[in-house]
C-alpha cells in the first residue's frame, strides 16, 4: 500500500506564503483522493482539504476557502498544498492522508483513515 511523506514545512511571517508536498510510493497513487488535516498544539485534528484521484475534483475546508490551493501531479506521485496569506491561526502540524474510496471529499472527521504521514509543521508568527 501507500506510503506518504509530507515536505515544505516551517516558519514563515503572518501573510507569507508555503508549499507542503506529500510525496507518495510503494502504490499505485492515482488510486487515490488524498486529503490535508492539521493538529494545532491542544487542539483536535481537523480537516483542511481534499482532492480527487484525478484532481478533478477539491474540496476545502471554510477557513482556508480561497487562500490554500490543492493540486497534483500523478506522473510524480505528489500532492502540493498552497497556502497563501497565512496567519497564525493557521499554525499547525499539517498531515496528508490517503483514502481509495473517495470519502475525504465528502467526510470532515479522520479516524477511518488508515494511510498517513508523518506530518510537518508549519508555523505562523505574527
Known amino acids: 500500500q501507500v506510503q506518504l511523506v509530507e515536505s515544505g514545512g516551517g516558519l514563515v511571517q503572518a501573510g507569507g506564503s508555503l508549499r507542503l508536498s506529500c510525496a507518495a510510493s510503494g502504490g499505485t497513487f492515482s488510486r487515490y483522493s488524498l486529503g490535508w488535516f492539521r493538529q494545532a498544539p491542544g487542539k483536535e485534528r481537523e480537516f483542511v482539504a481534499a482532492i480527487s484521484w484525478s484532481g478533478g475534483s477539491t474540496v476545502y475546508a471554510d477557513s482556508v476557502e480561497g487562500r490554500f490551493t490543492l493540486s497534483r501531479d500523478n506522473a510524480k506521485n505528489t500532492v502540493y498544498l498552497q497556502m497563501n496569506s497565512l496567519k497564525p491561526e493557521d499554525t499547525a502540524v499539517y498531515y496528508c492522508?490517503?483514502?481509495?474510496?473517495?470519502?475525504?471529499?465528502?467526510?470532515?472527521?479522520?479516524?477511518?483513515?488508515?494511510?498517513w504521514g508523518q506530518g510537518t509543521l508549519v508555523t505562523v508568527s505574527s
Open positions: 492522508a490517503a483514502d481509495s474510496l473517495g470519502r475525504v471529499l465528502l467526510r470532515r472527521d479522520y479516524n477511518y483513515l488508515k494511510l
